[in-house]
T-cell receptor, first 109, second 112 residues
Framework: DGGITQSPKYLFRKEGQNVTLSCEQNLNHDAMYWYRQDPGQGLRLIYYSQIVNDFQKGDIAEGYSVSREKKESFPLTVTSAQKNPTAFYLC????????FGSGTRLTVV | KQEVTQIPAALSVPEGENLVLNCSFTDSAIYNLQWFRQDPGKGLTSLLLIQSSQREQTSGRLNASLDKSSGRSTLYIAASQPGDSATYLCAGLIQGAQKLVFGQGTRLTINP
């Protein structure tokens, strides 16, 4: 079945560490997205990519980085510069409508 | 700046009732609109997509409509069941933009 796979499901980060969240899709979609979800704030766009080797900042890109070396993969790195990284992270891809993954919950310890 | 408002924020009804969830956009230049369901701690599941040339979509007990002139969408759920309990999110793709704009969601509880 086609879909989006996010891993890991739960991730813990120590202060000062960079961590990378994985997002893989087998839907053959060109566009991919990373959103952050916080209680009471809804979903906010971090980065998006419309094609391989190209990506753009969303509304809250500071402290995050991405790469798009393959059509299927769009990993998100949460750097130590992100001061409040604890959140639920959702990856999506799009052709007509959006398809979302099951999310990664990141917690700072 | 495009803002999306979902009303009500929470809704609790007995099983079997028909219900309507509302979504409105400050900017009516919506290219397409999508309704999602989110269960606690889970990702988003797409329910219905209304594309630019369409005004409504139906899937089973669900019907969604979009009035572009007013920037409003409704999600109608018929004969509600306890398994329908979840948070429902509407999201619009704005013309000329590459960003899906989300509402805050309606938390729906169906009581047996």
């Amino acid at each position: 079945d086609g879909g989006i796979t996010q891993s890991p499901k739960y991730l813990f980060r120590k202060e000062g560490q960079n961590v990378t969240l994985s997002c893989e899709q087998n839907l053959n979609h060109d566009a991919m997205y990373w959103y952050r979800q916080d209680p009471g704030q809804g979903l906010r766009l971090i980065y998006y990519s419309q094609i391989v080797n190209d990506f753009q900042k969303g509304d809250i890109a500071e402290g995050y980085s991405v790469s798009r070396e393959k059509k299927e993969s769009f990993p998100l790195t949460v750097t130590s510069a992100q001061k409040n990284p604890t959140a639920f992270y959702l990856c999506a891809s799009r052709r007509d409508g959006y398809t979302f993954g099951s999310g990664t919950r990141l917690t700072v310890v | 700046k495009q803002e999306v408002t979902q009303i009500p924020a929470a809704l609790s009804v007995p099983e079997g009732e028909n219900l309507v969830l509302n979504c409105s956009f400050t900017d009516s230049a919506i290219y397409n609109l999508q309704w999602f369901r989110q269960d606690p701690g889970k990702g988003l599941t797409s329910l219905l997509l209304i594309q630019s040339s369409q005004r409504e979509q139906t899937s089973g007990r669900l019907n969604a409509s979009l009035d572009k002139s007013s920037g409003r969408s409704t999600l109608y759920i018929a004969a509600s069941q306890p398994g329908d309990s979840a948070t429902y999110l509407c999201a619009g793709l704005i013309q000329g933009a590459q960003k899906l704009v989300f509402g805050q969601g309606t938390r729906l509880t169906i009581n047996p």
